[in-house]
């Protein structure tokens, strides 16, 4: 199983229609909702928000809505493309500004699930997913004059969201995977001579 992780968009016209997809990463339920809201704020002069969302270890948590086109249309056929894709932790919107014709219930769950597929193939091409893993959240301090040394040691990790703040010491803080956390945690125990406590 995939997550997503960063943004991706794309958009096209289906007979004056237009539709921007987007996928945003969703770590949990509440904010799917979150991130539901501000994209309707932000596309207050669309005629629909549609929505799906999958997030959980196993993708078992799911919701969608049509946002007032003909129940069945919209809503299903985004969360239908987006669990076929094997992933989590991911929202997709799409967003639609009618433009004049009507499509019916057949050219809108077409439409939809176009649109839906399109940015999951935009970041597929991207390599917007990666494989999901447990991950451990770290931090510990370190001296100056460990610092490169150190940073040189972490590009060996799978690490993520990396940050460093400078003041007296270095405090560093990220996340690594689960399966490399007691040799990263050993390496920077070694390579201060016990005065890194991860």
Known sequence: MDVLIQPVSDSCIVKGSRFLAELLVCPSQAEARSLIKSQKG????????????????????????????PSGTAGRS?????????????????????????????????????????????????SAFEELVERIP???????????????????YHLCGVTETFAAGIAVS?????DEFRQFAAQLRDMSSGRIVI
């Open 42 to 69: 932000r596309y207050q002069d669309a005629s629909h928000v549609v929505h799906a969302f999958v997030v959980g270890l196993g993708a078992e948590i799911t919701g969608m809505s049509d946002d007032g086109e």
């Open 78 to 126: 985004v969360l239908d493309v987006l669990r076929g894709r094997n992933c989590t932790n991911t929202l997709l919107t799409v967003t639609r500004w009618f433009g004049g014709t009507l499509l019916g219930s057949g050219g809108l769950v077409k439409a939809y699930g176009n649109a839906a597929k399109s940015v999951i193939a935009a970041a597929d091409e991207r």
């Open 138 to 156: 770290f931090s510990f301090n370190t001296e100056y004059v460990l610092y490169e040394k150190i940073r040189h040691m972490m590009t060996a």
């Open 174 to 178: 990220g996340s690594i995977r689960a």
